[in-house]
């Protein structure tokens, strides 16, 4: 293994072990009544992600806001 392999490959553990910590955060058990802080790394198209999916819920409650 060159160096540089091994250095991708140390970096691809520690993103695999921020997302896996993160990820645990979800689990039933451990969800509080009011939410969860969660840390979203900026690796791929993450992020991105998750901002559409948040502004998909952000427009369903401005919607349903509206309807009242």
């Known amino acids: 293994m060159t160096d540089q392999t091994l250095k991708q490959a140390q970096d691809l553990k520690r993103i695999i072990a921020t997302l896996d910590g993160e990820l645990e955060k979800f689990n039933d058990k451990n969800k509080p009544v009011h939410g969860i802080n969660v840390f979203i790394p900026n690796v ?22 509206r309807k009242l």
């Open 44 to 65: 791929g198209e993450l992020i991105d992600d998750v901002k559409q999916v948040f502004d998909r819920h952000l427009s369903m409650y401005n919607e349903k806001f």
